[in-house]
């Protein structure tokens, strides 16, 4: 087959806008079913404490309530909130999806009220009485795998969730072997996702045809369904999820929440379709969080820089239950401790440990920034220990271009990939070498400078089933209706990342009509067959690869009974640019043309099924590696620690791109939320659980002005493990930036001895780092 | 209490309690869904609409605050099919993905481009301080505002 | 996200609302712009029986220059002030102030008597309010009485505003001779309020500094005047030895000093020196 790339690899505005821009789309909360009931949950204001009595009386009296429900009345109903994360030893508690008994964080759901509208709802919530007896709480995560710490799950032991090794190589010679030894203790503060729109669900149950449709909110409308199935004890083929506008996930909502299970349990109480809206504090307090990690990074180097070993010693803090992938993540950073460089021995011990706080699970990156983050700030600190450039430094351990496939002593084997390459051209685009003598100038004047290089690699694409906990392949089918229409059923469920465009960009170019013609439809699981959905940055390399392949398919199949109507054989015709084109006559046959033959199906051949379609289930050989370099130049306020981000650049490397539009917004959202890691946020706690942060007047989401203008570029290493060659960029930008500007900081501030400061760089801390 | 409130030009009458906040009056009660709500501190702005041609956060003003006045919503924003120059820009310079924001997003810009015509960068980026957008980074937002102010300043 | 339910009346003169408010007593609470009472009582964090809402009531909001008066009506919005004309000739502190609260949607609803009355202490207006010697006029049904902005603010949360009173006007005395002024702020990341707010108010005699008004907030739990700041610069040159040693006391007038996650008491209080120095540096500049 062969094509013009008419739509592949161009800056397409997206199909998605049209409804977007004027308001005119459907998130959960814009779905209107006429009697809609909208439920309100309690939720604990303590971080622990035993529930001695619950009083709902009052609340079912209120006007408008038609039910109140505590953890009595699911227990034996629904099932648990469920894990899929599966480690040697993992100790699961139990996650009833209202509290029973005890609650474990603040913001634990107590009690349902459903009422006729939500602001009945909202009143009769406050006439619940819940009579608490407090709890001592674990808040701090290393204290809690002490042996004298309380015991959250008492039926668990202790609060050891699991401990987890991963590396491989002979990791005490090394260090025996090593010049020096340079050791960092580094803490990935506790961060929260922060979709705009918060997660909300709608259930309407049909009791003659014992169906429940749930709408919700979610990144895996297909797992969802198998899991909300589960806890229900329900068919999974009669629970329909449909997952209308999603407003954001960054891996918040490739999960299975309480509310989820409970409102699908309540709509087949009540009779009535139930809502449930969650609000930015219940966000805050009961979407899950991410990273979370406090450990000691260690590595063994020669003198000339040469990396040996690397040790890395972590406490994952979880919270207090597993939402779907809590343990996992930590393992994702296991795998990505090598960075770009060649370092023969890699170790890595993880203790994850339950604390009275929100579960933990993937955000944006999910494991990889950690890893990405402790190599790069390592590398810097190595750098300025051995007094070498940081570049330079990175230089001597690339792994290099022709060293691919790689494997590295996490085990994993990285695909492509051009390290040198990427950073050439960041270095280019800044001037590295004029910076380095600005920078020396600024320092002779009393002026505080930094640049900070962060070359990264991360794995995505996710992934090969037999490394995923619920299957790592992707569904596509393409269907071509009788009017040439094309209808394309996708597994993955985008929600920002364009695929409705970037997937009929695809499908154009290889069946060779009109981009328009092609509809993408996702996120409903009646409609669309079984998908794994979005996240790990798999959409396009994952699910644009099943695309590719059903799209094949279907021009195989067109191709027969375009050889069966042309007279010819199927060998001797050649389908380009929308057209079977060589038989001997000369005639042709468009797509369209075969579509309508295939459906009136006159004249087709003896084996060949009517209709026009094709389904492929794409299993992914390996992982995906996007790389790339970030720099950040920096200079601070020496009497009030302000930052001021003087360039911003970011080449990546994400291998071909279908959309670079959309590659750009994507990099563009990445470097922004990494960059709110480094300098703005954090999910703070205080010694009894309390949630500091529980609004956004106190977790700082960036806003335009907190943000630089961003210098992007890009290096291109198709990868070979799907056929379009795109590796994923959904969390490349997060991945790479959050190290870049952490180390333009420290740079800045090796002048005054300073080594090292934990995330977020508040001003304060780097006033106190230049003034004590 | 009864009041008249004309949103996007259509007068509606609605007899409503006086707690119910505009938001709710345009979401829930007039059925225009376009306004979202995205917190509950007046911070992340997705709920922005103009009221008597003012931006404002719906979320923060009470319907019975609104009697009589003028509202303009997204989904009034666009004439008679054709896109706003504000519109425009963001489809043309991406200036969404997820689309959550997008609404308030628009409204408050072309509130700020109806002070300042010809906003410099700095301008944009201080002048949409009332609004959050998490998947963006915002550049593309800016790029968006700067194409609709050259539009309109063209015509 | 959703308030309780309360009772609302909409007065149409300040004499129907100081009747209100005489009526209803501490089970009521003025509504002006919103912008504080809205977002906690969504939050229940207040539940308040009766409001009455001074919205409706026409000839609270204005800004008039009366010979040496700025007279700016309590429901002027902060926006409305950051735009005036009268108000960036007569007192630019003003308009600088007003254009730093919040972002443009608040702007446009936020009033200044609301913050005022608020009394947040992380508001920016009461730091121009000290430094402009503005005086408020409060009305209730025993009658009127003015309050000197340097005798207002109580504690947080706090001011001298009487259950039943009613703040009507805001009157700003205007300089006889043109002043130069500043307001700097160090928004908080998250919400944009102060963490720090320095007012300045510069009267200068040629190279000589005349007299200087500070007001300050973000620091203490109630926003302060910086007296001994201001009696350390009056009559100086302003020269950057003499500035320096006169910011070092710009945390000497505060009642005490808070501290929170985004910025601990000795780094406000740091900061309230390096922008004092700063914002009077700034006003100096525009002389
Ligand atoms: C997102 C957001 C960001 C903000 N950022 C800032 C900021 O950066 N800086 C800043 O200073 N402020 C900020 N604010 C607060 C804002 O400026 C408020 O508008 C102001 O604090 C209160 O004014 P209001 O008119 O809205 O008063 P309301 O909320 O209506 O009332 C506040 C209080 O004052 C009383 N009151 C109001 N008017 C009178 C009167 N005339 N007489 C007697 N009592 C009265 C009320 O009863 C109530 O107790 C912000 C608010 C929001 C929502
Ligand atoms: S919903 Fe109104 S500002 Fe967030
Ligand atoms: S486009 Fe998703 S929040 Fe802005």
Same mark, same amino acid.
């Given at each position: 087959m062969s094509f013009l790339a008419k739509y592949m690899g161009q800056r397409v505005k997206r199909t998605e806008d049209p409804r977007l821009i004027q308001g005119i789309g459907h998130y959960v909360d814009d779905i209107k079913l006429a009697d809609t009931l909208h439920v309100v949950i309690l939720r604990s204001q303590y971080a622990h404490a035993r529930i001695n009595s619950i009083d709902t009386s009052a609340a079912k009296a209120a006007p408008g309530v038609v039910a109140v429900y505590t953890g009595e009345d699911v227990a034996g109903k629904v099932g648990n909130v469920p894990c899929a994360g599966a480690l040697p030893g993992l100790k699961v508690p139990k996650m009833p999806v209202l509290a029973q008994g005890k609650v474990f964080f603040v913001g634990h759901p107590v009690a349902a009220v459903v009422a006729t509208d939500k602001y009945k709802a909202r009143d009769a919530a406050d006439l619940i009485e819940v009579d608490y007896d407090p709890?001592?709480?674990?808040?701090?995560?290393? %204290?809690?795998?002490?042996?004298?710490?309380?015991?959250?799950?008492?039926?668990?032991?202790?609060?050891? %969730?699991?401990?987890?090794?991963?590396?491989?190589?002979?990791?005490?010679? %090394?260090? %025996?072997?090593?010049?020096?030894?340079?050791?960092?203790r580094l803490n990935h503060q506790r961060l929260a996702p922060i979709s705009i729109e918060p997660r909300g669900v709608l259930a309407q149950y049909f009791r003659g045809e014992e169906q429940l449709n749930l709408w919700s909110s979610t990144q895996i409308p297909h797992l969802l369904r198998t899991q909300v199935a589960i806890m229900l004890g329900m068919a999974e083929n009669k629970l329909r999820v449909i997952t209308p506008e999603v407003g954001g996930g960054f891996g918040c909502k490739l999960n299975v929440y309480a509310e989820e299970a409970l409102l699908g349990w309540i709509a087949m109480k009540v009779g009535k379709p139930v809502k449930w809206i969650e609000g930015r504090r219940e966000n805050l307090q009961c979407t899950i969080h991410g990273r979370s990690q406090v450990g000691t990074v260690e590595v063994a180097v020669k003198n000339d820089g040469t990396l040996l070993g690397l040790k890395y010693n972590v406490t994952a803090d979880l919270g207090a239950y597993h939402q779907l992938l809590t343990p996992a993540i930590p393992t994702l950073t296991g795998l990505m401790l090598a960075g770009c460089y060649k370092i023969p021995a890699i170790q890595m011990n993880c203790t994850g440990v339950f604390t009275n706080k929100m579960a933990t699970d993937a955000y944006r990156g999910a494991g990889r920034p950690e890893a990405t983050y402790l190599v790069e700030r390592i590398m810097d600190r190595v750098a300025q220990e051995l007094n070498m450039d940081p570049i330079e430094l990175r230089q001597k351990n690339f792994i290099q271009a022709n060293e691919f496939p790689y494997t590295t002593a996490c085990g994993v084997t990285y695909d492509s990939g051009d390290y040198e390459a990427a950073l050439a051209k960041a270095m280019e685009l800044v001037d590295y070498k004029k910076l380095r003598e600005e920078q020396s100038a600024a320092r002779a004047a009393g002026r505080v400078m930094g640049i900070g290089v962060s070359t990264y690699v991360e794995i995505c694409g996710m992934g090969p089933s037999g490394a995923m906990p619920a299957g790592g392949w992707e569904s596509a089918t393409v269907r071509v209706e009788p009017t040439g229409k094309v209808t394309v059923l996708t597994g993955i469920s985008p929600h920002g990342q364009g695929e409705e465009t970037s997937f009929a960009q695809i499908v154009g170019d290889m069946l060779g009509i009109d981009m328009n013609d092609v509809l993408v439809i996702h996120g409903d699981t009646s409609i669309v067959q079984y998908g794994i959905g979005t996240f790990g940055s798999r959409g396009l390399a994952v699910g644009g690869a099943a695309l590719v392949c059903a799209t094949e398919k279907v021009v195989k199949k067109a191709k027969a009974l375009a050889a069966h109507l042309l007279g010819t054989g199927a060998d001797s015709l050649s389908f380009e640019n929308g057209k079977f084109v060589g038989a001997p006559d000369d005639r042709t046959l468009t797509i369209q043309e075969v579509a309508l033959a295939a459906h009136t199906a006159a004249s087709i051949p003896e084996d060949f099924e009517p209709g026009l379609s094709a389904q492929h289930f794409f299993e992914p050989k390996n992982f995906t590696y996007p790389s790339g370099t970030h720099i950040c130049v920096v200079e601070l306020d020496k009497d009030t620690g302000d930052i001021d981000i003087k360039r911003y650049v970011a080449v990546d490397d994400c291998g071909n791109q279908i959309n670079p539009l959309i590659v750009q917004g994507q990099v563009h959202g990445g470097i922004a939320q990494g960059l709110a890691q480094a300098l703005y946020e954090e999910v703070v706690y205080d010694e009894n659980g309390q949630l500091i942060t529980g609004e956004l007047m106190d977790y700082a989401v960036p806003k335009a002005f907190q943000v630089p203008h961003y210098e992007l570029d890009h290096a291109v290493t198709p990868t070979p493990v799907n056929p379009l060659g795109a590796k994923g960029v959904g969390e490349a930008g997060t991945i790479g930036s959050t190290p870049s500007i952490a180390n333009a900081v420290l740079d800045a501030l090796a002048p005054f001895g300073v080594q090292h400061i934990d995330l977020p760089l508040r001003p304060e801390k780097l006033w106190r780092a230049m003034n004590s | 209490m009864k009041i008249n409130v004309t949103i996007n030009g259509q007068a509606h009458e609605a007899d409503v309690e006086p707690r119910l906040l505009l938001v709710h009056l345009i979401r829930d009660v007039v059925g225009l869904t376009g306004t979202h709500v995205g917190c509950e501190t007046s911070i992340c702005g997705a709920c922005t609409v103009h009221l008597n041609g003012r931006a404002v956060k719906s979320c923060t003003v009470l319907a019975v605050q609104a009697n009589g006045a003028e509202v303009t919503t997204i989904e009034g924003l666009a004439n008679n099919g054709q896109l706003h120059a504000v519109q425009e820009g963001f489809w043309e310079c991406h200036g969404l993905q997820c689309g959550y924001c997008t609404p308030g997003m628009i409204m408050a810009s072309c509130? @700020? @481009?109806?002070?300042? /015509?010809? /906003?410099?960068?700095?301008?944009i980026r201080h002048g949409l301080e009332g609004n959050l957008c998490r998947c963006t980074g915002y550049q593309n937002i800016v790029e968006s505002v700067k194409y609709a102010a050259n539009k309109l300043q063209g015509a | 996200m959703i308030p309780a339910n309360f009772d609302y009346h909409t007065p149409k003169t300040v004499a129907e609302a100081i009747g209100l408010l005489a009526e209803h007593g501490e089970d009521c609470k003025v509504l002006a712009g919103g912008h504080s009472l809205i977002p906690a009582m969504k939050l229940r964090l207040t539940q308040i029986p009766v409001l009455v809402d001074i919205g409706r009531i026409s000839d609270l909001s204005h800004i008039k220059v009366d010979g040496s008066t700025i007279r700016i009506?309590?429901?002027?919005?902060?926006?409305?002030?950051?735009?005036?004309?009268?108000?960036?000739?007569?007192?630019?502190?003003?308009?600088?102030?007003?254009?730093?609260?919040?972002?443009?949607?608040? $702007?446009? $609803?936020?009033?200044?008597?609301?913050?005022?009355?608020?009394?947040?202490?992380?508001?920016?207006?009461p730091a121009a309010a000290l430094a402009l010697n503005a005086e408020l006029v409060l009305q209730s049904a025993s009658g009127e009485r003015v309050v000197k902005a340097s005798d207002f603010f109580v504690d947080m949360l706090t001011t001298d505003v009487q259950p039943g009173e009613l703040l009507t006007e805001i009157r700003i005395p205007v300089p006889a001779q043109p002043m130069a002024s500043a307001y700097l702020k160090v928004p908080q990341a998250a919400s944009g309020f102060a963490i720090v707010g320095v007012a300045v108010q510069l009267e200068m005699d040629g190279s000589t500094c005349k007299a200087v008004g500070i007001g300050i907030t973000g620091l203490a739990p109630k926003a302060y005047r910086a007296t001994a700041v201001e009696a350390a610069l009056a009559g100086t040159t302003l020269d950057d030895a003499t500035l320096s040693a006169a910011a070092a006391k710009a945390d000497a007038d505060a009642s005490d000093a808070m501290g929170d996650i985004h910025a601990s008491e000795d780094y406000r209080r740091h900061l309230t020196r390096v922008y004092a120095k700063r914002a009077v540096q700034t006003a100096a500049g525009r002389v």
């Open positions: 709890l001592d709480v674990v808040s701090d995560g290393e %204290a809690a795998a002490k042996p004298d710490s309380p015991v959250i799950h008492e039926d668990l032991g202790d609060n050891i %969730a699991f401990q987890h090794s991963a590396g491989s190589g002979d990791v005490d010679a %090394a260090f %025996a072997a090593a010049d020096r030894i340079v050791t960092q | 509130a @700020l @481009l109806k002070d300042n /015509p010809n /906003p410099s960068e700095g301008e | 009506g309590a429901m002027t919005t902060h926006g409305a002030i950051a735009a005036s004309a009268d108000i960036k000739q007569h007192c630019p502190l003003l308009a600088e102030c007003g254009a730093q609260v919040g972002d443009q949607q608040v $702007r446009n $609803r936020g009033t200044f008597g609301g913050s005022l009355v608020h009394a947040d202490p992380a508001a920016d207006w």
